[in-house]
């Protein structure tokens, strides 16, 4: 496991240990656990979004649509395609995909994906170490997250909900060894963070 993500995927782990039986629509934090949420972020700055789930018994997704603008942006899962597509422009990324208390790191490229004709699959191009049929008319909501964490580089990434609120998969940006990504890959981030908060919100304003 590489050193920049053996806590991510660490903390990852912790929110497949979390059960939920909430459907896509309260997947919205009401004002009341929005303030809960920053209360708590402002007590435990950094902390990852699967940790915060656990400590504050609110499935991860409705975490993240209560952290601020300036952490979190939020979509339908009917973004996907777009979301994926400006993905594949980044060097590389480093997918985490949790299954029970299991956690699989894979470091790649990311290939681009099409729609089955056969199925209701959508397929990722075998062109990169990252390769697999996906379901992304099942998405509830896809989430750019920044997570500053003390003394590491801050965590970047996307990440995919299903509609119990639990993370699919997410998709993290990293330098080389314990560093911050280059800067043009930053930017890549940035613009893709963008384009997210100019999509349909999953919560309303």
């Known amino acids: 496991m590489s050193k920049n993500w053996r806590g991510a995927a660490t903390l990852a782990a912790v929110a497949m240990s979390m059960g939920s039986?909430?459907?896509?629509?309260?997947?919205?934090?009401?004002?009341?656990?929005?303030?809960?949420?920053?209360?708590?972020?402002?007590?435990?700055?950094?902390?990852?979004?699967?940790?915060?789930?656990?400590?504050?018994?609110?499935?991860?997704?409705?975490v993240v649509s209560g952290l601020s603008?300036?952490?979190?942006?939020?979509?339908t899962g009917d973004a996907f395609m777009d979301v994926w597509t400006n993905m594949t422009t980044w060097e590389k990324a480093t997918f985490l995909?949790?299954?029970?208390?299991?956690?699989?790191?894979?470091?790649?490229?990311?290939?681009?994906?099409?729609k089955s004709e056969t199925s209701d699959y959508?397929?990722?191009?075998?062109?990169?170490?990252?390769?697999?049929?996906?379901?992304?008319?099942?998405?509830?909501?896809?989430?750019?997250?920044?997570?500053?964490?003390?003394?590491?580089?801050?965590?970047?990434?996307?990440?995919?909900?299903?509609?119990?609120?639990?993370?699919i998969m997410g998709a993290f940006i990293s330098g080389e060894g314990a560093g911050e990504p280059p800067a043009e890959e930053l930017a890549k981030f940035d613009a893709l963070m963008a384009m997210i908060r100019e999509k349909p919100p999953v919560c309303a304003e």
């Not at 603008?69 to 979509?75: H, L, P």
């Not at 299954?99 to 099409?114: L, M, Q």
């Not at 697999?132 to 008319?137: I, K, Q, T, Y």
């Open 122 to 167: 959508t397929n990722i191009e075998y062109i990169h170490p990252l390769r697999g049929h996906l379901r992304p008319d099942l998405y509830s909501s896809i989430s750019a997250v920044v997570m500053p964490v003390e003394g590491r580089p801050t965590i970047r990434g996307v990440v995919f909900f299903d509609p119990d609120g639990s993370s």
């Open 69 to 75: 603008a300036e952490q979190a942006a939020s979509t």
């Open 21 to 62: 039986a909430a459907s896509a629509q309260d997947m919205c934090a009401s004002e009341e656990q929005a303030q809960q949420i920053q209360a708590f972020y402002a007590e435990n700055p950094g902390t990852m979004t699967p940790i915060a789930s656990q400590r504050l018994n609110l499935p991860e997704a409705l």
């Open 97 to 114: 995909v949790m299954k029970g208390k299991n956690v699989f790191e894979i470091e790649t490229a990311i290939a681009p994906v099409k």
